[in-house]
């Protein structure tokens, strides 16, 4: 996991911050589907720092959002779960590998499935609606957003980060 220095835990800090505004406030929030950004700060904690910083910065992010925020059917673990393997995704597909759009692809379109089908399954162990009720619009918001989410982490990627000088050692 290596050292924590200063400005790693400061930009770390800003990621799982900038993941709570963008998934408590800034996301549409319906009962068995969001849609918003909430997926970039994630990724790019896991692009950044790797899987393990990924899955602590997720899991800080999730327990800090419900604590802060708390949804109108209380704390459920499994979302946690998820965000956790969300974040350690997306950091062994894309930390210190080439950051090609094939690569991105993959991570965003595993990061989907994984949150697609264990969210359901939490959705439907906490809401007790059936799973085929809810699976076509959260199928359909998911299809919808992987184009989104790649070409947006690609330029954050690419672009941004890319000309950024982040050295955290």
Known sequence: MGTMNVKKLVMISLFIALQI???RMLAINLPTIRIGFQF???ALTG????????AIAATAANLIGVFLFPPPQGFFPG???TAAISGAV?????YEKSKKIFNISLSVISVSLIQLILNTVWLYMM???GIMVMLPGRVTTTLMMIPVQISTLSFFCNVIVARLNLNYD
């Open 40 to 42: 970039l700060p994630l």
């Open 47 to 54: 692009v950044l720092f790797g899987p393990i910083y990924g």
């Open 90 to 94: 997306y950091g062994l597909f894309l």
């Open 127 to 129: 809401l007790d609606v």
């Open 79 to 81: 979302f946690t779960l």
């Open 21 to 23: 505004i963008l998934t």
